[in-house]
């Protein structure tokens, strides 16, 4: 397996076996991660975070696992002080980021971002999510979370909730776990529902993914509850946002139903579909899967830049 100086675009770049190596090098982080050692072997290496869209975890994340793995970051957390606000093309930003570091992360709000940018830089490209497309390392992190919480995947009840339309982390992750063969709910209102095309992709894939409107009816049957903010700066007009926000909001009283080992997820941030009185309850897992991205970023970070890293000599 061989991930020195891969783009990571989409999850599909993966097979099963790939995801797996990460999950299992990930795991091999927690010492590093927790800060009780402190690792060395991306010294001299550099990371570009090149952040157009507003973020606190993946970028935070990724600068931790490189810092933690001895390496060091330049970049930035909005566009406004770049020469983007002069004019500049992503294309030749990513030119010049690629001459100062040795991998770039990149969030951006438009579809297919990190692809082109992945064309015009000869160091790996990771993509920190592309406007409603994709962000793969959040998948990781999911994955990862959901293994070390369920310690399976397969024919697990997983259902999804809220932004099943413009939410990238619902994109990627049912691709995901579709290859691994969960069984998948998508509970959203029409307007937000999972687009067609995706469904029609899982199908080819051989999942049969369920669409519902309502978890108070379904909730007694999820493993995993994995729920979602409304993206509203995706909406293309305020009107329409509004006949869908607050529309869900879990809380104690509707988990009553729920398996005693239900565990809720988030990628957060969360806005207000989780009550705060969830967070006491040994379902919510959200901050630990936080936590998780460090894990996991460090050992992505590791493949891509040195030569067969199999996560020993920390
Ligand atoms: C998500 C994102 O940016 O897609 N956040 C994250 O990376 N953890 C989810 C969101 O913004 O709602």
Redesign the pocket.
């Given at each position: 397996m061989d991930f020195m100086g891969r783009d990571v675009v989409s999850i599909k770049d993966f097979s099963v076996e790939e995801i797996e190596h990460i999950l299992n090098i990930a795991k091999k982080m927690a010492p590093l991660a927790g800060g009780k050692k402190k690792g060395n072997i991306l010294e001299g290496k550099v990371l570009a975070s090149l952040f157009y869209?507003?973020?606190?975890?993946?970028r935070l994340s990724f600068e931790s696992a490189m810092l933690r793995l001895g390496g060091s970051t330049i970049g930035f957390a909005e566009p406004g002080g770049t020469s983007f606000v002069k004019g500049e093309t992503i294309a030749d930003t990513i030119r010049m980021a690629e001459s100062y570091a040795d991998v770039i992360v990149l969030?951006h709000p438009n579809e297919g971002a990190a692809k082109l940018a992945s064309q015009f830089s000869s160091k790996p490209v990771i993509n920190?999510?592309d406007g409603a497309g994709q962000?793969p390392t959040?998948t990781l992190l999911d994955l990862y979370t959901i293994k070390s919480e369920k310690k399976k995947i397969e024919n697990l009840n997983i259902m999804m909730i809220g932004?099943m339309k413009y939410?990238?982390?619902v994109h990627s992750l049912s691709y995901a776990l579709a290859i691994f063969g969960a069984n998948l709910t998508f509970i959203a209102p029409s307007l937000i529902q999972m687009p067609q095309e995706i469904i029609n992709n899982l199908k080819a894939m051989g999942n049969e993914p369920q669409l519902s409107t309502s978890l108070s009816e379904n909730i007694q049957d999820a493993d995993v509850l994995y729920v979602?903010?409304i993206?509203k700066e995706r909406f293309p007009d305020e009107e329409e946002y509004l006949k869908v926000a607050g529309l869900y909001r879990i809380n104690n009283a509707l988990l009553r139903n729920a398996k005693k080992d239900l565990i809720i997820m988030h990628?957060?941030?969360r806005v207000d579909e989780i009550d705060p009185e969830v967070d006491d309850t040994p379902h919510a897992i959200y901050f630990k899967q936080?936590f998780n991205?460090v894990l996991i970023r460090m050992a992505l970070l590791g493949l891509l830049l040195i030569k067969d890293f199999d996560g020993g000599g920390i």
């Open positions: 869209e507003p973020s606190t975890r993946t969030r920190a999510g962000h959040q932004d939410g990238r982390t979602t903010r993206q990628p957060l941030p936080a991205g």
